[in-house]
């Protein structure tokens, strides 16, 4: 039994933003089931958008991304995160972080998908993200425990509050973990997908958590599809940043044709449900898809990251052409929280891709989760720092030693029937085959200490599984992400209508902003 004033379960952007500005006052321990690494944050090849430019403004952001999101953002969540976007920056470039920079020795600002102004941030070409882990790991250097390869199995839950959580290392060690709070940062669920840009450790393990803890989620059928992932007709190699199609590359079919010529006046810069929907539509017709880098200047030089990839895998840059396929990218959804990262289980927090607080609606627009991660973290952090916790002096609950048998099925048959039925296009018949499917599987009232880190991350890929089928059965809609082909348009409502999930009330609906 250990007690810290703070435990963060994960290390992406979120969970080291707060890690840092809590380690002012608080002892902070970071668990992460695999190395410290292996998150989407360290990924991630697109930049972080901010309205920098004297020629923008946050609230021409502001309106790109309500647009975007297709009129499902929670406008209240989005304006903190987007007008607070550039002072967080500006911070991270005083302390050290060295953005890309142009000729002139200014912010090489990029466009990428969605927004109408150049705004995008990177540092080191399309390696972002790891330039951002790499600078935050050496922040919190000497000021916070990680424990690398430590699997999360539970969240510890008394008298409707978050006391820590439940972890089990690769000796099959379990250790209860006390905390004042509790801060989920685990990322989204990828991996669900056979079809995925995600870290192969991103399996819905926080979702799943929370769910299991009786916290509300919110928005579990908006699940995003990136357009381009790098492919070599069986497998998916790795994203292909949507910054190339920003500097002029542009999506073609097996014959030549521009997909995207009259389906979006941002043609190749559409939202990405567009793109993705689109590309379906051709690999439907049983036509492949390339992205045509041939007005792309220096692209190793401005790719240096995909470059490699391409090279790694055998990809031929001669012709110009890329093949890609759509993946499963973003989870919009997640564990309802505020902008303070306050989830509805008191004492337990959630922030970036875990998390929902609406600012994404319905589909993401390209550059604001690490945006999302360094504004959120910080005022998550700020909360917990305004409080004060009390620590329990024992044990109030303990994973239990059983269902070590129990039938599961493979994770890459979940994946196969995520993407057929759950995918970038659904109907109710697929939607309720594998909502039957899932029923022969006792995962919602297992124990967990017994069973080996692969058998709880399928128990959690399961969990998640059914909650976003079942968002997506009960929004009769097409909005964002969210296509249904029984119902492919919108129901015209404009105002943010949550489908909400919490253990034993299966499910409300809530209307409003």
Same mark, same amino acid.
């Given at each position: 039994?250990?007690?810290?004033?703070?435990?963060?379960?994960?290390?992406?952007?979120? %969970? !080291? +933003? $707060?890690?840092?500005?809590?380690?002012?006052?608080?002892? =902070?321990? *970071?668990?992460?089931?695999?190395?410290?690494?292996?998150?989407?944050?360290?990924?991630?090849?697109?930049?972080?958008?901010?309205?920098?430019?004297?020629?923008?403004?946050?609230?021409?952001?502001?309106?790109?991304?309500?647009?975007?999101?297709?009129?499902?953002?929670?406008?209240?969540?989005?304006?903190?995160?987007?007008?607070?976007?550039?002072?967080?920056?500006?911070?991270?470039?005083?302390?050290?972080?060295?953005?890309?920079?142009?000729?002139?020795?200014?912010?090489?600002?990029?466009?990428?998908?969605?927004?109408?102004?150049?705004?995008?941030?990177?540092?080191?070409?399309?390696?972002?993200?790891? %330039? !951002? +882990? $790499?600078?935050?790991?050496?922040?919190?250097?000497?000021? =916070?425990? *990680?424990?690398?390869?430590?699997?999360?199995?539970?969240?510890?839950?008394?008298?409707?509050?978050?006391?820590?959580?439940?972890?089990?290392?690769?000796?099959?060690?379990?250790?209860?973990?006390?905390?004042?709070?509790?801060?989920?940062?685990?990322?989204?669920?990828?991996?669900?997908?056979?079809?995925?840009?995600?870290?192969?450790?991103?399996?819905?393990?926080?979702?799943?958590?929370?769910?299991?803890?009786?916290?509300?989620?919110?928005?579990?059928?908006?699940?995003?599809?990136?357009?381009?992932?790098?492919?070599?007709?069986?497998?998916?190699?790795?994203?292909?940043?949507?910054?190339?199609?920003?500097?002029?590359?542009?999506?073609?079919?097996?014959?030549?044709?521009?997909?995207?010529?009259?389906?979006?006046?941002?043609?190749?810069?559409?939202?990405?449900?567009?793109?993705?929907?689109?590309?379906?539509?051709?690999?439907?017709?049983?036509?492949?898809?390339?992205?045509?880098?041939?007005?792309?200047?220096?692209?190793?030089?401005?790719?240096?990251?995909?470059?490699?990839?391409?090279?790694?895998?055998?990809?031929?840059?001669?012709?110009?052409?890329?093949?890609?396929?759509?993946?499963?990218?973003?989870?919009?959804?997640?564990?309802?929280?505020?902008?303070?990262?306050?989830?509805?289980?008191?004492?337990?927090?959630?922030?970036?891709?875990?998390?929902?607080?609406?600012?994404?609606?319905?589909?993401?627009?390209?550059?604001?989760?690490?945006?999302?991660?360094?504004?959120?973290?910080?005022?998550?952090?700020?909360?917990?720092?305004?409080?004060?916790?009390?620590?329990?002096?024992?044990?109030?609950?303990?994973?239990?030693?059983?269902?070590?048998?129990?039938?599961?099925?493979?994770?890459?048959?979940?994946?196969?029937?995520?993407?057929?039925?759950?995918?970038?296009?659904?109907?109710?018949?697929?939607?309720?085959?594998?909502?039957?499917?899932?029923?022969?599987?006792?995962?919602?009232?297992?124990?967990?200490?017994?069973?080996?880190?692969?058998?709880?991350?399928?128990?959690?890929?399961?969990?998640?599984?059914?909650?976003?089928?079942?968002?997506?059965?009960?929004?009769?809609?097409?909005?964002?992400?969210?296509?249904?082909?029984?119902?492919?348009?919108?129901?015209?409502?404009?105002?943010?209508?949550?489908?909400?999930?919490?253990?034993?009330?299966?499910?409300?609906?809530?209307?409003?902003?």
């Amino acid at each position: 039994m250990a007690f810290d004033d703070v435990i963060i379960i994960g290390s992406g952007i979120a %969970a !080291l +933003i $707060a890690a840092e500005k809590l380690a002012m006052d608080k002892n =902070v321990i *970071i668990f992460t089931k695999a190395s410290k690494t292996a998150s989407n944050s360290f990924h991630a090849q697109g930049g972080i958008a901010a309205a920098v430019h004297p020629d923008d403004h946050w609230e021409d952001h502001f309106q790109d991304t309500v647009a975007a999101g297709c009129q499902h953002s929670d406008l209240e969540n989005l304006q903190m995160l987007i007008e607070n976007s550039s002072g967080h920056l500006f911070d991270l470039a005083q302390k050290g972080l060295k953005f890309d920079l142009n000729a002139d020795g200014e912010w090489d600002l990029g466009r990428e998908g969605g927004h109408l102004k150049r705004r995008i941030l990177h540092a080191g070409g399309d390696a972002t993200g790891k %330039a !951002l +882990i $790499a600078f935050m790991f050496q922040q919190i250097k000497n000021k =916070v425990t *990680i424990i690398e390869d430590t699997m999360v199995v539970d969240l510890i839950v008394h008298d409707q509050r978050c006391a820590g959580v439940i972890t089990k290392n690769t000796s099959g060690e379990i250790v209860d973990h006390f905390a004042g709070a509790t801060i989920l940062a685990t990322g989204g669920c990828g991996d669900l997908y056979s079809y995925t840009s995600n870290d192969s450790t991103v399996t819905g393990d926080g979702i799943a958590m929370a769910y299991r803890a009786g916290a509300q989620l919110t928005d579990m059928e908006f699940v995003q599809f990136h357009p381009t992932l790098l492919f070599d007709g069986e497998n998916t190699l790795g994203l292909v940043s949507e910054a190339v199609r920003g500097e002029g590359a542009f999506l073609v079919n097996g014959d030549g044709r521009l997909i995207m010529e009259g389906v979006h006046s941002l043609k190749d810069l559409a939202p990405r449900d567009i793109v993705a929907r689109a590309i379906f539509t051709e690999l439907g017709a049983g036509k492949s898809i390339y992205l045509n880098i041939a007005n792309v200047k220096n692209f190793s030089y401005r790719f240096p990251s995909i470059f490699k990839l391409c090279m790694e895998n055998g990809i031929d840059l001669n012709g110009n052409l890329l093949p890609v396929i759509p993946g499963a990218h973003f989870m919009m959804g997640g564990v309802k929280a505020t902008h303070t990262g306050q989830t509805s289980v008191v004492d337990l927090y959630a922030v970036g891709e875990v998390a929902c607080t609406g600012v994404h609606g319905a589909n993401r627009v390209a550059s604001n989760s690490l945006l999302e991660g360094i504004v959120f973290g910080n005022m998550t952090a700020d909360a917990i720092l305004s409080k004060k916790y009390k620590a329990f002096g024992q044990n109030p609950y303990s994973v239990k030693n059983r269902s070590k048998d129990m039938f599961l099925p493979t994770k890459e048959t979940i994946k196969r029937k995520m993407m057929r039925h759950v995918g970038i296009v659904r109907n109710e018949e697929g939607l309720e085959r594998m909502l039957g499917w899932l029923e022969q599987f006792y995962y919602s009232h297992c124990d967990l200490g017994g069973l080996s880190v692969e058998r709880i991350e399928i128990i959690n890929m399961l969990t998640t599984a059914e909650l976003i089928a079942t968002a997506a059965l009960e929004r009769m809609e097409s909005r964002g992400a969210h296509y249904r082909s029984d119902y492919p348009t919108t129901n015209g409502v404009e105002v943010r209508q949550e489908v909400m999930h919490q253990k034993e009330i299966k499910l409300s609906e809530e209307v409003g902003r």
